[in-house]
Every structure is written in C-alpha cells, then in structure tokens.
C-alpha cells in the first residue's frame, strides 16, 4: 500500500484544497488563485493522473485505497484518509464514489497547436452551465471531435462538476480558450475550418445537409439561454438545425451537441 497520512480533524489546514465544495463562486476564486482543480471519483481521478496532471494531494476513505494504489504510490503529492463523515464535514456533501484529488492546472496551448492536426472540433460560445459544458466534452470526445475552443465567458471544463459529467474527456481532448471572440470564426474559416453554427436561423438546413462533404468542420454552439450571439450567428459559414416535431423548435445544448456530434461524425 502507499504511505497515507490519517487526519481525523476536518479543520486541518492540509484540506484547504477540498473545501466547501457547493460553493462554486468560492471554489472559482481558490482554484484560480492556487492554480488547481479537484477531480472527483476513482475513474476520473485515475484518468487525470494518467493524463500527465501532477496530483497536489489525494482525499479519500479507507476502502478506496486498494483501487487506486497504483496511481497513489507513482505520485509525488500526500494522500489523505478520514472517515467518509468527516469528508463530507470537508467538502460539504457526501463523496458517493470516496475519492478526490486536488491537481495541477498547466498552462493552455495555444490556439495553433490545438488545431494543428485537428479535423473536427467544437466551438462553444458563453456556455456557463459546468454540467453542459462537461456533457458536451463527452459528446464531442466520444464521437471522434479532435478539440474543443471556448469562448472567454464559458464555464470552465476543469471544475469539478464539469470533469464528473465529462467523466474526464476534458484530459485527453485538446482544448483552449479563443483569443478574439469577436472575429473568432472568421479565423477559423481562414485555417481551413468550415464553420457550422448550430440555431434556428431563417436559412438553417438540417444538420445532416450542413455538414455534408465538409472535410475540417468547426461546429459551433450557443448559450443555454438566448443561443448564439448575432455576431456568431451572422459570421459562421453555414447555419444549421437539428430537424424535429412541431411545437419543439430545439434541444438543450448538451442533448443538441450529442446529435449533431453524430450526424457530423457520419459525414
């Protein structure tokens, strides 16, 4: 087994990485300010580790270890054990699969090395729900998009909440921040990228018809509340919809990334 260190005081300063866990707008504020994030469960801690991140510390409760031995004892960062009451006094609910890691953030790349070998990629504007921005890494990652571009108002994929529902496709999917919103798809269309804005626009075509014959497409997708912005809206290439009964004009922007994702990876 690796060396642990048991702590049986929910007040020690070693957890300053694991608390208050519900408090997004605090949590935003310590990651940023410490340059971590928290990975949450054995398959997404795991998958971090392997990913290249360097783990700060592990938390977690005793019957987790032997599942995660491996990835501990090759980490340079402390492991520590409490009861899974005491855990939950830490971060403030209960960790139903008993493993959390505090991580490393690295830098971003840039924009040219994430696009470098990239043949469909995604492009998110003002996306600020975690759990959507997490659930359409996983769309994008499990339907063979090669990287995600965010805007600068998107929620971040490295919180918590988003890695869980990504289950860790934001570690081996390429992805940075765009640089320029405001000309962020005519760049794109000048690298060579089709760009292909997901709304219910006047000339939108069904999503299939979009996206046919496209060699390197760049699918583009709005907020959750308004959609896209009109100046995204206006300077993508081509426009397109998602085809459905009458009296439902759209999906939620996680449901819609997923079905595009596939009518797109068929093209």
């Not at 997004?24 to 990913?51: M, Q």
């Not at 008993?98 to 696009?115: C, E, F, H, I, M």
């Not at 570690?171 to 940075?176: E, L, Q, R, V, Y």
């Not at 509340?225 to 100046?231: E, N």
Request: hydrophobic share 45%.
């Amino acid at each position: 087994m690796p060396e642990t260190v048991e702590i049986t005081d929910p007040d020690d300063p070693r957890l300053a990485d694991y608390r208050d866990l519900r408090d997004v707008e605090l949590r935003k504020s310590l990651e940023a300010e410490h340059g971590l994030f928290l990975a949450e469960g054995e398959k997404v801690v795991r998958r971090a580790v392997e990913a290249g991140y360097d783990a700060r510390s592990f938390l977690m409760a005793p019957r987790w270890l032997e599942g995660l031995e491996d990835v501990i004892s090759r980490s340079a960062g402390p492991c520590y054990v409490m009861p899974e009451r005491l855990i939950e006094q830490v971060t403030g609910f209960h960790v139903h699969r008993g493993a959390l890691a505090s991580l490393q953030r690295r830098p971003l790349p840039t924009l040219d090395t994430v696009l470098a070998d990239a043949r469909s990629v995604l492009v998110l504007e003002d996306l600020v729900d975690h759990t959507n921005v997490g659930a359409v890494f996983r769309s994008g990652a499990a339907l063979g998009f090669d990287a995600v571009l965010l805007a600068p108002r998107c929620a971040d994929p490295l919180y918590r909440r988003s890695i869980k529902v990504g289950m860790g496709a934001v570690f081996t999917t390429p992805w940075t921040r765009l640089p320029d919103w405001y000309d962020a798809l005519p760049d794109l269309s000048a690298r060579g990228f089709t760009t292909v804005a997901l709304t219910l626009s006047a000339d939108s075509v069904p999503i299939e018809d979009a996206v046919a014959g496209v060699d390197r497409l760049a699918l583009v997708l709005g907020s959750e509340g308004h959609g896209l912005s009109s100046r995204w809206e206006a300077s993508a290439e081509r426009r397109a919809i998602i085809p459905m009964r009458a009296g439902i004009d759209s999906l939620n922007v996680a449901a819609a990334s997923a079905v595009a994702c596939y009518a797109a990876a068929r093209r």
